[in-house]
């Protein structure tokens, strides 16, 4: 006779497709012997679901921006779970915790938080003070009713268990090993995956791109898109490749010769995170170009794999000439990074979640 699994639903707000933290998350859940569903959204620009071991599930909303769409991506998530009945919810930051707190009261079910940034504290709520109130009280609340709680790095950890008393698990966002490093690329490049959102440092980098003569690639989506396509009509060497799926995305980031993870220092949320993209150009050996922020410059610090630079446009042409010129210090960069690659790695901190999921058995 069959066990039945235990059924886990993932919520998030996102489209799903280009979510490698939550692939790896999932698959991991999978692994552990869970029935596991990955809930978020449908976009009009949303790519084709790529087949995973899990089941994935798209809800396709009115809304797409403001407090309208959180509230209506929460009743609709909080139906989906009502009906699904999962004996455990999994909440991905503060946006879709609303609908997991009450899914779990009505269906006495167990919740876990995952912060993946300072969902309170970043920068589209600077200034938006009453805005940051409301977040502040939701993620308060989710964490006070969660049974587990996970966060992306230790200083929001510590953030966090400092202002509300309760203790969170770092999982950190490593990838896993890349296959294809050494792919020998037919053309030069910096890359820049990611959102093209505010805050992430792609204004400067776009007026940098004058001075030198290599080619950048932007990869992703998002506010800033048609903004910055418009700011980089005069280069040709810019190029915006738009969203990809991992399997492409990961092609183009083991060809790099650079990647640019540059964020304004203008949130805690920058200040405390480290992002994805940090651990997939490393793992394809990739030096980087890095913010001055806490997280970052103790990676670097241990590891150096990239220059830590501020952010303008003059640091980022001195930072490129000086790795075109400088053959030995870009060498040593590239080696460090992929030295750190196999240090960091998914499987450490699968083993971590999954001895989380045993605590709810």
Known sequence: MEIKRRKITVTVSNDLVTDQRMARICTTLAESGYEVDLVGRKLNKSLSIVENS????????????????????????????????????????????????????????????????????????????????????????????????????????????????FKFEVIYNYSNPRLNVYEQPTEKYILYQGALNKGRGLEELIKASSSFDIKLKIAGDGDLTHHLIKLAESNPRIEFVGKLIPSELEKLTANAWLGYNLLENNCLSYCYSLSNKTFDYMQAGVPQLIPDLLEYVKLNSKWSIGMVIPLNSMSISKAVIDLQTQTELYASLRENALSASKKMLWSNESQKLQNLMLELR
């Open 54 to 165: 899990y089941k994935q599930n798209r809800l396709n909303l009115w809304f797409t921006t403001g407090p309208i769409f959180y509230l209506e991506l929460n009743i609709r998530l909080l139906i989906y779970l009502l009906l699904t009945k999962p004996s455990v919810i999994y909440v991905v930051d503060a946006d879709t915790a609303l609908a997991g707190m009450f899914a779990k009261k009505i269906l006495q079910a167990k919740l876990i938080y995952d912060a993946h940034e300072l969902f309170s504290e970043v920068t589209e709520l600077q200034g938006r003070n009453w805005i940051k109130k409301i977040w502040k009280w939701i993620e308060k609340h989710v964490i006070y009713h969660s049974d587990i709680r996970i966060t992306v790095t230790e200083s929001i950890a510590n953030y966090f268990e400092k202002l509300y008393g």
